[in-house]
């Protein structure tokens, strides 16, 4: 697999891409797809299957394997979300196409839009959405119905054709979109639309696509207003309730163009007050990629107080960290030291405060006391010295004195 490419192939696919693309298919982890072969299974004989993988996608006869359904249910309620899951090798060619066609649209992509963009984040995205909402007081909250299952399969095909002369990432695109699900009693879904969620391409593909259907139109049509999109997450910015319900129409009419549809009870027209904006409206608040904005006080940095349109942690997010913290029983934990406790918790709850605590921290507090509270029970369920609740606290008030970047998150705070 050291030779950067082949002289007698078809399709000039260097093989070195094929080694890069594993690597970041073993980063991602992933579970396996119909096969059964793990990422571990796979890399137990690399050399020959990145062999086999390089070589059939060289020549042109590689075909993808039926995608695994995975069935999860949806942060909202209100059913399940299906999940691609291909297997191991498929993703590593999937990843091949997509860093190729990667070099050629990302530069072409609007700067409206956040969603798997190398550079980019959700956060970036929240931000943009925040500074947007101080100024204009009308937004659009789009939610696309079934967005990843029901992309035109022909429309796609046309885009990614407009953007490459690699006749291989256009060929291996089309067999993905048509590759068939397989459910879990074994039985074979034939697709005529859709690009399942979970596969390593179809992240771009549906960013390409929203690319001509959503964002250039958008520049085109009404180049003043603005938007942020992740992926299909889309707030619109209006400053008058009749321009934003006029871009509702209109976006609506846009998307059924291409295909799809506004979902009719989920995408609304919100007002957005603070100081200065005291209109009545029935939606005075809309949730954006796991951030719930509405009008909350806060302190500015001369210590006055104002009201603002803000974002913070939503009640969905707080509800699923919630149950996760239920599931881990951390108070039964007592085989384990302080020391090793904290090292378990330090790789978890980080990421969720370096995420939802971006904006409007003080929205965390209740989650991190919570927390807090399992480490004390904890504490009086390991030691019998510790049972009455005075010295458990008196040994609480030693070990945060002592040590108080044991747990991260008493960063925050350590009360409970």
Not at 78 to 103: C, F, H, W
Not at 120 to 135: E, H, I, N, Q, T
Not at 232 to 247: A, F, M, N, P
Request: aromatic share 12%.
């Amino acid at each position: 697999m050291n030779q950067p490419k082949s002289t007698d192939k078809p399709f000039a696919i260097s093989k070195q891409a094929v080694v890069e693309a594993f690597r970041k298919v073993k980063a991602n982890q992933g579970g396996p797809g119909v096969d059964g072969c793990t990422t571990e299974d796979f890399e137990a004989d690399l050399r020959n299957r990145l062999y086999v993988t390089w070589n059939r996608m060289s020549s042109g006869s590689y075909f993808p394997p039926p995608v695994k359904v995975v069935e999860v249910p949806k942060p909202h309620g209100g059913g399940v979300r299906r999940l691609g899951v291909p297997t191991v090798a498929d993703r590593v060619a999937q990843t091949v196409v997509a860093s190729e066609l990667e070099k050629v649209v990302e530069p072409k992509f609007h700067a409206s839009s956040y969603g798997y963009r190398p550079g980019r984040s959700p956060l970036d995205a929240v931000g943009a959405c925040r500074k947007r909402c101080f100024r204009y007081p009308w937004v659009l909250d789009c939610d696309i119905a079934g967005f990843f299952d029901n992309v035109p399969h022909d429309l796609i095909g046309k885009a990614v054709e407009a953007n490459t002369d690699q006749k291989w990432v256009v060929l291996y695109v089309r067999r993905w979109l048509k590759a068939p699900l397989q459910h879990h009693d074994g039985t074979l879904e034939q697709r005529d639309r859709g690009t399942p969620q979970g596969s390593a391409v179809s992240p771009l593909l549906a960013n390409l696509f929203l690319h001509y259907a959503f964002d250039e139109w958008m520049a085109r049509e009404f180049p003043r207003v603005h938007f942020e999109r992740y992926c299909d997450d889309i707030v619109v910015h209006g400053v008058s309730e009749k321009q934003t319900r006029y871009l509702q129409k209109r976006i609506a009419a846009r998307l059924s163009e291409v295909g799809l549809r506004l979902h009719p009870e989920k995408t609304k027209v919100v007002y957005c007050p603070q100081d200065g904006r005291n209109d009545k409206h029935e939606n005075t608040s809309f949730t954006f990629l796991g951030y719930t904005f509405a009008k909350r006080s806060a302190r500015r940095p001369d210590g006055a107080i104002f009201n603002g349109f803000l974002p913070a942690v939503s009640q969905d997010a707080v509800k699923k960290m919630s149950r996760t913290l239920s599931r881990w029983r951390l108070h039964r934990w007592t085989t384990l030291s302080l020391d090793e406790l904290a090292a378990w918790v330090n790789e978890i709850v980080p990421g969720w405060l370096d995420y939802y605590g971006r904006y409007y921290r003080t929205a965390l507090l209740g989650l991190i006391r919570r927390i807090n509270a399992y480490i004390l029970r904890w504490a009086r369920k390991k030691y019998n010295r510790l049972r009455a609740f005075k010295r458990a606290v008196a040994w609480w008030k030693g070990v945060t004195e002592r040590a108080p970047g044991l747990f991260k998150h008493w960063a925050w705070t350590n009360g409970f």
